[in-house]
């Protein structure tokens, strides 16, 4: 055996390890993605959501937004099923921090509780928070579940009115 092979594999194998220690893949805080706060152009029911496990710690998503964008994807009933495109971009009335401080103030999904999702033909809702440092996430606002999630966490949301009352009425669809 080559042991100058073995060293670099093993070497390479380590180095491609998490470091969050073993027995668990939980990451601590959120995350952003660079770029400016944008609504995504289309909303999917059957897009990777990270499901009702709370896998992250902390917080749902940073604090100090200085936009926050309500992402409003109307149903139409003619748009292939679980699909939906943008159809308006509404910015926050209110301080756009008071909707991340609303958001990570919602209590953890219990992962031994079991429900079911129906899609119900209505409007569906992203928010796009935007951060000064040019970052931004995008929160995934599941209605039909009563939930939210955003880069690896999903939090329980037990009033869809309460969230959406940090922007204005959407414009009525279809």
Not at 134 to 153: F, P, Y
Not at 161 to 173: E, G, I, K, R, V
């Amino acid at each position: 055996m080559n042991v100058r092979r073995i060293s670099a594999a093993l070497l390479g194998t380590a180095l491609l390890m998490p470091t969050s220690g073993c027995g668990g893949n939980a990451v601590e805080g959120p995350s952003a993605a660079s770029g400016p706060a944008e609504c995504p152009s289309t909303f999917s029911w059957f897009a990777e959501s990270p499901g009702p496990s709370p896998d992250r710690n902390g917080d749902l998503v940073g604090s100090g937004a200085d936009t926050a964008l309500l992402c409003v994807y109307p149903f139409n009933a003619e748009d292939s099923a679980g699909s939906f495109r943008l159809g308006q971009s509404l910015p926050a009335t209110k301080n756009p921090d008071r909707v991340t401080s609303y958001l990570n103030g919602l209590s953890a999904v219990d992962p031994a509780v079991v429900s079911a999702c129906a899609m119900m033909g209505r409007d569906q809702y992203q928010i796009a928070l935007g951060y000064p440092a040019g970052t931004h996430t995008v929160v995934r606002v599941e209605v039909n579940c009563g939930r939210v999630s955003a880069t690896g966490a999903t939090r329980r949301l037990q009033r869809t009115d309460t969230l959406l009352a940090f922007w204005p009425l959407p414009a009525a669809t279809g």
